[in-house]
């Protein structure tokens, strides 16, 4: 299975893999599965970095490939997707990950509960 994760999923998994459920840590390190950190994720985290809110003082990139994880791209066709997306939730970066979720099909984890208003697969 491909699976995307969402942001605070991947931090969870990196500093306190504890508050990810039992279930879902053998998704996640499941050899079957290839697990996707978005590049929207990393666009989050930087952001966050840049104006104070959040201190990363580690190279997520690299991070996630030495966890195991791969880079997903944001592409034109993800892009597209937003502008059909309903307004259930506000965050611009969630939207994105929806979207990404929609387009290819893949499942998204996350413990965000407005993600279960739109169409895409929660795992």
């Known amino acids: 299975m491909k699976i995307i994760i969402d942001t605070h999923i991947y931090l969870w998994s990196l500093a306190d893999p504890s508050r990810i459920s039992a ?5 996640l390190q499941s050899p ?10 990393i666009a989050e985290l930087m952001i966050k970095a840049s104006i104070g809110k959040l201190k990363i003082d580690f190279d997520p990139v690299d991070l996630a490939e030495q966890s195991g994880f791969e880079i997903l791209d944001f592409k034109g066709r993800d892009a597209l ?4 997306l309903p307004f259930h939730h506000k965050d611009p970066f969630d939207r994105m990950l929806i979207a990404q979720s929609l387009t290819l099909e893949h499942p998204i984890m996350t413990d ?7 169409d895409c697969k929660i795992v």
């Open 112 to 118: 965000d509960t407005k993600f279960e208003e739109y």
């Open 32 to 41: 079957t599965n290839t697990i996707y950190v978005s590049a929207v994720s």
């Open 81 to 84: 997707a937003l502008k059909a």
């Open 23 to 27: 279930s879902r840590r053998a998704k």
